[in-house]
């Protein structure tokens, strides 16, 4: 079985003082189940909170990642983070095209490669994101979504580029909704990324890339997602922002 990682995507809440507080009363939680030894544990918090999270994770197996870098390494980009000062900072992963990244600041499927080609130079371990809009759910478009995400945004990296990136199939109409996919919903899409992972870069890189779902995983519903092998962890909002959840959460990989 693959390596699960249960990872807490924070979006922009918490500040350095919260995430300090934060890791003060998760990790005494985690110290008392055999979680870490059995899962990647990743929290992403905004950039601005990633060194108080860095510190506050050391000593720890809790891995902090970004939410978003920029793809060159350095220049005149107001606003924007590279990967390589993400990693000097401490980070050790990356979210990539998330669909809030998609639908409110115009990132495309091209963007996404560059920006996992340039996390990849800087070290970084990249998480990928996928997944269907809500419209493109009602309408059965998912497989073609995901398929041309696939070749936009994934197919483009060489075969080793792609050992080294984690996929998260992320459904639009399930962040944030309290709508689940259902873990057969999710379970079928993983196997479509994963047949179209094994025709660009074959059957050993398919069986070996981890495939997350995200969109409305709380300590109620884990354990569904759990019992299905095609699903390799889970990428958490809204229930990742309260340590109990969250350690409930990562309990069930
Ligand atoms: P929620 O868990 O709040 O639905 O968010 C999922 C998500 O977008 C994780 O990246």
Redesign the pocket.
């Given at each position: 079985m693959r390596r699960r990682i249960m990872?807490a995507?924070w979006?922009m809440y918490k500040n350095a003082a919260q995430t300090t507080n934060y890791f003060e009363q998760f990790k005494p939680l985690l110290a008392n189940s055999n979680s870490p030894a059995r899962c990647d544990i990743v929290i992403f918090p905004t950039s601005l909170s990633v060194p108080a999270a860095v510190v506050a994770a050391a000593g720890s197996s809790i891995s902090i990642g970004g939410q978003n870098i920029y793809w060159e390494r350095k220049g005149a980009f107001t606003g924007e983070v590279s990967g390589e000062m993400l990693h000097a900072a401490g980070a050790t992963w990356v979210?990539v095209g998330?669909?809030?990244r998609r639908q409110y600041f115009g990132e495309t499927d091209g963007a996404v490669l560059k920006k996992t080609q340039s996390a990849l130079e800087a070290g970084l371990n990249p998480i990928i994101?996928v997944g269907e809009r809500l419209e493109e759910h009602k309408s059965g478009k998912t497989a073609e979504v995901l398929v041309r995400q696939f070749a936009g945004g994934i197919a483009g990296l060489t075969e080793e580029q792609f050992s080294k990136v984690a996929i998260?199939y992320?459904p639009v109409w399930?962040?944030?909704?309290?709508q689940?996919a259902t873990p057969h919903i999710a379970a079928d899409a993983h196997r479509l990324i994963r047949s179209e992972a094994d025709k660009r870069f074959g059957q050993e890189a398919a069986q070996a890339v981890r495939i997350l779902y995200?969109?409305?995983?709380?300590p109620d519903n884990i354990e569904g997602f759990m019992r299905q092998d095609e699903i390799d962890g889970s990428?958490?909002?809204?229930?990742?922002l309260d340590p109990q959840s969250f350690a409930k959460i990562v309990g069930a990989a």
């Amino acid at each position: 079985m693959r390596r699960r990682i249960m990872a807490a995507n924070w979006k922009m809440y918490k500040n350095a003082a919260q995430t300090t507080n934060y890791f003060e009363q998760f990790k005494p939680l985690l110290a008392n189940s055999n979680s870490p030894a059995r899962c990647d544990i990743v929290i992403f918090p905004t950039s601005l909170s990633v060194p108080a999270a860095v510190v506050a994770a050391a000593g720890s197996s809790i891995s902090i990642g970004g939410q978003n870098i920029y793809w060159e390494r350095k220049g005149a980009f107001t606003g924007e983070v590279s990967g390589e000062m993400l990693h000097a900072a401490g980070a050790t992963w990356v979210i990539v095209g998330h669909s809030e990244r998609r639908q409110y600041f115009g990132e495309t499927d091209g963007a996404v490669l560059k920006k996992t080609q340039s996390a990849l130079e800087a070290g970084l371990n990249p998480i990928i994101c996928v997944g269907e809009r809500l419209e493109e759910h009602k309408s059965g478009k998912t497989a073609e979504v995901l398929v041309r995400q696939f070749a936009g945004g994934i197919a483009g990296l060489t075969e080793e580029q792609f050992s080294k990136v984690a996929i998260a199939y992320e459904p639009v109409w399930a962040i944030g909704t309290g709508q689940s996919a259902t873990p057969h919903i999710a379970a079928d899409a993983h196997r479509l990324i994963r047949s179209e992972a094994d025709k660009r870069f074959g059957q050993e890189a398919a069986q070996a890339v981890r495939i997350l779902y995200g969109g409305s995983v709380k300590p109620d519903n884990i354990e569904g997602f759990m019992r299905q092998d095609e699903i390799d962890g889970s990428l958490v909002g809204g229930a990742s922002l309260d340590p109990q959840s969250f350690a409930k959460i990562v309990g069930a990989a």
